[in-house]
């Protein structure tokens, strides 16, 4: 298993923005396949974004253009930066490290005015 802590999220307006962060310390996190899935109260748990070891990078069609995934390989994160979010897009984030099935404890993210 895989030590995985997200943080970032929190209560914004819709059409704002926020930053999820996922820390790996255990591991470096650029040598493999991360993933950010978020779960919403009733629903099942869907992927929102995934980053592989080389780079490559897939979106949920629901968040394409809206949300971005990247790298920090100097603080060794896995970041989600969020725009215009929507009130659909309220959940639970979780980060994922694929090679493991490792998740992080989540981070609540509410879109509400």
């Known amino acids: 298993q895989v030590h995985l802590v997200e943080s970032g999220g929190g209560l914004v307006q819709p059409g704002g923005s926020l930053r999820l962060s996922c820390a790996a310390p255990g591991i470096i996190a650029s040598a493999y396949t991360m993933g950010w899935y978020r779960q919403a109260p009733g629903k099942q748990r869907e992927l929102v974004a995934v980053?592989?070891?080389?780079?490559?990078?897939n979106y949920a069609d629901s968040v394409k253009g809206r949300f971005t995934i990247s790298r920090d390989n100097a603080k060794n994160t896995v970041s989600l930066q969020m725009n215009s979010l929507k009130p659909e897009d309220t959940a639970v984030y979780y980060c994922r490290h694929y090679a493991s099935d490792s998740w992080g404890q989540g981070t609540q993210v509410t879109v509400s005015s």
């Open positions: 980053i592989s070891s080389s780079g490559s990078i």
